[in-house]
């Protein structure tokens, strides 16, 4: 059992930089490849990023690709999404989530098991 507590969401200008971590409980964090969605108002769940056990390997969707960045801490059971040069259609709740196997990039939903409360990101023009 993985418990997953997003923070860092809030209200930026567009432009500007938000940072988003995701603490993990357990002793069992590398064992899980992470990632991140995000929902907006009236949309589906969509793929943000994705990250496998050692970081080694990173995956973006094309709407975030060269303005976000996902990494992960081990040490700390932590992963984050650095999102810089945020746009109004970056707004929406950002889920964090877990699932295995963690040697793959996993860019569906369900392909992970456990999921965050969510934080949400507002981003005005």
């Known amino acids: 059992q993985v418990q997953l507590v997003e923070s860092g969401g809030g209200l930026v200008q567009a432009g500007g930089s938000l940072r988003l971590s995701c603490a993990a409980s357990g002793r069992t964090f590398s064992s899980y490849s992470m990632g991140w969605f995000r929902q907006a108002p009236g949309k589906e769940r969509a793929f943000v990023a994705a990250?496998?056990?050692?970081?080694?390997?990173?995956y973006y969707a094309d709407s975030v690709k060269g303005r976000f960045t996902i990494s992960r801490d081990n040490a700390k059971n932590t992963v984050y999404l650095q999102m810089n040069s945020l746009k109004p259609e970056d707004t929406a709740v950002y889920y964090c989530?877990?699932?295995?196997?963690?040697?793959?990039?996993?860019?569906?939903?369900?392909?992970?098991?456990?999921w965050g409360q969510g934080t949400q990101v507002t981003v005005s023009s």
């Open positions: 989530a877990a699932g295995r196997p963690n040697w793959r990039l996993l860019l569906k939903g369900d392909e992970y098991n456990y």
């Open positions: 990250i496998t056990w050692s970081g080694g390997s990173t």
